[in-house]
Antibody
Framework: QVLLQESGPGLVKPSGTLFLSCAVS?????????WSWVRQSPGKGLQWIGE???????NYNPSLKSRLSMSVDKSKNQFSLMVKSVTAADTAVYYC?????????????WGEGTLVTVSS | DIQMTQSPPSLSASVGDRVTITCRAS??????LNWYQQRAGKAPKLLIY???TLQSGVPSRFSGSGSGTDFSLTISSLQPEDFATYYC?????????FGGGTRVEIK
């Protein structure tokens, strides 16, 4: 059973940088799966942010690409998300997830999500 | 980006009803279509992947079908725990995109 747990500040100031980590347990970050971030604005639908592979390869949503950075820390078995120059529109619940290689890219394991509010 | 359109946006149904939700892609995605269930305040849960493959542990009353651009999720006999919001997602090409969701409510 793979478990994912997000961590990071719940409040970020406008124009600041959002930084979240996702700790993986019950599985290796160096597997052949991709590690994803998905967000959900209050009362809204789901938005795929992007994904990272253990080699450091990434795929980003073009709508956010200029402000995004994702990375993997193999020593800690975790991966991270950084979003620069945040605005109120970045306020959302952020989920980390595993895109299972045996599941045609579907996210088969999810973290519980963490609310990030952008406000001064 | 591939646009995913779900219908209906919401529906009311009773326990025991058969419910079908549809999802249409703006271009062909073969069978790279996934369905998720999200209960209020919880993370999404994978139900179906590759259009019709049931995720391990998901009850058999859930089924998926379709290919190309048109897909559907069917719940054969709605149970109390099935009242939730359902999302389709295409994993054919980046950026992955979700449908707008279908909220299933109690009649």
């Amino acid at each position: 059973q793979v478990l994912l747990q997000e961590s990071g500040p719940g409040l970020v100031k406008p124009s600041g940088t959002l930084f979240l980590s996702c700790a993986v347990s019950g599985g290796s970050i160096s597997s052949i799966d991709w590690w994803s971030w998905v967000r959900q604005s209050p009362g809204k639908g789901l938005q795929w942010i992007g994904e990272v592979f253990h080699t450091g390869a990434t795929n980003y949503n073009p709508s956010l690409k200029s402000r995004l950075s994702m990375s993997v820390d193999k020593s800690k078995n975790q991966f991270s998300l950084m979003v620069k120059s945040v605005t109120a529109a970045d306020t959302a619940v952020y989920y980390c997830a595993r895109a299972g290689s045996s599941h045609e890219g579907a996210a088969d394991y999810w973290g519980e999500g963490t609310l990030v509010t952008v406000s001064s | 980006d591939i646009q995913m359109t779900q219908s209906p946006p919401s529906l009311s149904a009773s326990v025991g009803d058969r419910v079908t939700i549809t999802c249409r892609a703006s271009q062909t995605i073969s069978r790279y279509l996934n369905w998720y269930q999200q209960r209020a305040g919880k993370a999404p849960k994978l139900l179906i992947y590759a259009a019709s493959t049931l995720q391990s542990g998901v009850p058999s009353r859930f089924s998926g079908s379709g290919s190309g651009t048109d897909f559907s999720l069917t719940i054969s006999s709605l149970q109390p725990e099935d009242f939730a919001t359902y999302y389709c997602q295409q994993s054919s090409s980046s950026p992955l995109t979700f449908g707008g969701g279908t909220r299933v409510e109690i009649k």
